[in-house]
T-cell receptor
Framework: GDSVTQMEGPVTLSEEAFLTINCTYT??????LFWYVQYPGEGLQLLLK?????DKGSNKGFEATYRKETTSFHLEKGSVQVSDSAVYFC???????????FGTGTRLLVSP | KAGVTQTPRYLIKTRGQQVTLSCSPI?????VSWYQQTPGQGLQFLFE???????NKGNFPGRFSGRQFSNSRSEMNVSTLELGDSALYLC??????????????????FGSGTQLSVL
């Protein structure tokens, strides 16, 4: 079945450092890919998405490119802030945006 | 516009009991999905309802059930609770439009969840 693999956390960075969180997937067909973020005590928020190969999703300084050849969708940000501290989930969908397959999540901790 | 509202926020039950969780979607949204989040299994899709009909279902036992009302509000029920059912249950809503070439997909908006503890 479809699956998503994310790098283990936590990822600990200093403010203004460069962020990469790796995500690879296994799926039939051409899934849509997503990054969601979960702040403490809150539900998930869609951070960005890409629906076809070579698409780049971007939002709030975060970017991820849909790479079909490497089945990857790595999340990057050039300069992280303390407020970016959260858990980040990579996800895919083959059957509509409502039914998502999530990775295990990567906790990001940013210190001043 | 109010967000997705889930009630109650916290719930404590004992094994063998049953529980009902409620979700009110964003006004105008007709699709409601449910997810279970646990430290061990992560986020797993339970089911999705649209226009009072279950449209998609995940791999959970029949003890997990749901329904949707005509106003799009949804409830999920877990019967004969087990310790392993302790989890954060998240509800998400989206609008879903039927266009000539088929269904389109809209962004999911998640609620803050109901934290269920089974003792």
């Amino acid at each position: 079945g479809d699956s998503v693999t994310q790098m283990e956390g936590p990822v600990t960075l200093s403010e203004e450092a460069f962020l990469t969180i790796n995500c690879t997937y296994t799926a039939t067909g051409y899934p849509s890919l997503f990054w969601y973020v979960q702040y403490p005590g809150e539900g998930l928020q869609l951070l960005l998405k890409a629906t076809k190969a070579d698409d780049k999703g971007s939002n709030k300084g975060f970017e991820a490119t849909y790479r079909k050849e490497t089945t990857s969708f790595h999340l990057e940000k050039g300069s992280v802030q303390v407020s970016d501290s959260a858990v980040y989930f990579c996800a895919l969908s083959n059957t509509g945006f409502q039914k998502l397959v999530f990775g295990t999540g990567t906790r990001l901790l940013v210190s001043p | 516009k109010a967000g997705v509202t889930q009630t109650p926020r916290y719930l404590i039950k004992t094994r063998g009991q049953q529980v009902t969780l409620s979700c009110s979607p964003i006004s105008g949204h007709r699709s409601v999905s449910w997810y279970q989040q646990t430290p061990g299994q992560g986020l797993q899709f339970l089911f999705e309802y649209f226009s009072e009909t279950q449209r998609n279902k995940g791999n959970f036992p029949g003890r997990f059930s749901g329904r949707q009302f005509s106003n799009s509000r949804s409830e999920m029920n877990v019967s004969t609770l087990e310790l392993g059912d302790s989890a954060l249950y998240l509800c998400a809503s989206s609008s879903r439009r039927n266009m000539d070439r088929g269904w389109t997909n809209e962004k999911l908006f998640f609620g803050s969840g109901t934290q269920l503890s089974v003792l």
